[in-house]
């Protein structure tokens, strides 16, 4: 009997030392869409937090004319409504997503919420639902 608890004792440790010194788990993705008014479009917009690396992607989605936003919520949250930065991308559909690279401590949470307005006014509207992930 003596045997079978020294093994499961050595088999636990093994498994801690391992867990141990295993990387970081990584955080969620997220992924928002901006609905769009133009008919034939399924989304005016998208954006996409990676958590490996702490990315945020924005798409412009629709030849609509409008630019693609997203605003960005990081822990801890604001109230009423609040966001903590916001991203444009001007370039239209057919253009480049805009990449911009953060940095935040592991298990943070990171809201965003899509959607399009006109640039260079800074107008904007038709936002998605906000959905989190996590650093």
Do not use: R
Request: hydrophobic share 40%; charged share 10%.
């Amino acid at each position: 009997m003596k045997k079978f608890q020294l093994a499961g004792a050595l088999v636990g440790a093994v498994a801690l030392v391992g867990l141990a010194s295993s990387p970081a788990l990584a955080g969620t993705d997220v992924t928002v869409y901006g609905p769009s008014l133009k008919q034939g479009c399924s989304y005016a917009s998208a954006a996409h937090f990676a958590s490996y690396g702490e990315v945020f992607t924005v798409y412009d989605k629709c030849a609509d004319g409008w630019a693609a936003v997203v605003k960005v919520d990081v822990a801890p949250y604001q109230s009423g409504g609040g966001y903590d930065f916001y991203i444009w991308n001007p370039n239209s559909a057919d253009g480049s997503p805009v990449t911009v690279n953060k940095s935040y401590a592991e298990g943070t949470g990171v809201c965003m919420q899509a959607g399009s307005g006109e640039y260079s006014s800074g107008e904007w509207g038709a936002w998605g639902y906000w959905s989190c992930g996590t650093a």
